[in-house]
């Protein structure tokens, strides 16, 4: 199934649970996936979110997501965004590539768990943390992204379980106050 040429997000979930499987989100003005607010939930397998004008998938608002076997790229923004206190996003089996900003970006309390993450050929970097309450990363590479492979404030290099691996990476470690 392909939702590609919407005026806002290709879709929005907002309240509930979505499964969706074998799609391809692109060319949307906005997010291709926008999953806001406490009650709403995905489970994404085997699709792609590709060259859409703000972000591949964005979480907030305290909605969880699980992705699975799916590749986000040359999305005008960030591959994955999550944000909010209680927002989760689970990666497994994830490629985000090649998308304006970065590869994946935290901030204000999420979570992310990243487990066979590959994040590589982002313009600015592959991870940016920010104020961030658990950042979970297993058998996860960002290489040759253009600035940093992994962005983080002190606070959020705290809460880190695991290590970061990546070919010519640098770790910025940036006050809260300059990161923006």
Request: net charge positive; charged share 20%; with cysteine.
């Amino acid at each position: 199934m392909e939702i590609s040429g919407s005026a806002n997000h290709g879709m929005a979930v907002s309240g509930g649970l979505a499964k969706i499987e074998h799609c391809r989100f692109s060319g949307n003005h906005w997010d291709g996936l926008a999953v806001f607010g406490p009650t709403s939930s995905v489970h994404v397998n085997d699709s792609i979110f590709q060259g859409n004008a703000d972000h591949g998938v964005d979480v907030w608002g305290g909605a969880t997501a699980l992705l699975e076997s799916s590749v986000i790229e040359r999305n005008s923004k960030s591959g994955v965004v999550v944000s909010g206190m209680k927002s989760l996003v689970t990666l497994v089996d994830v490629h985000s590539r090649a998308n304006r900003e970065c590869g994946i970006y935290l901030s204000l309390g999420a979570s992310l768990t990243a487990e066979r993450v590959e994040v590589s050929k982002n313009r600015f970097s592959g991870l940016i943390a920010q104020r961030i309450n658990l950042l979970k990363w297993s058998k996860s590479d960002a290489s040759s992204n253009g600035e940093f492979g992994y962005l983080m404030d002190r606070n959020s290099m705290q809460v880190l379980e695991g290590e970061f691996v990546g070919k010519e990476n640098k770790l910025g470690l940036r006050s809260q106050k300059r990161l923006k």
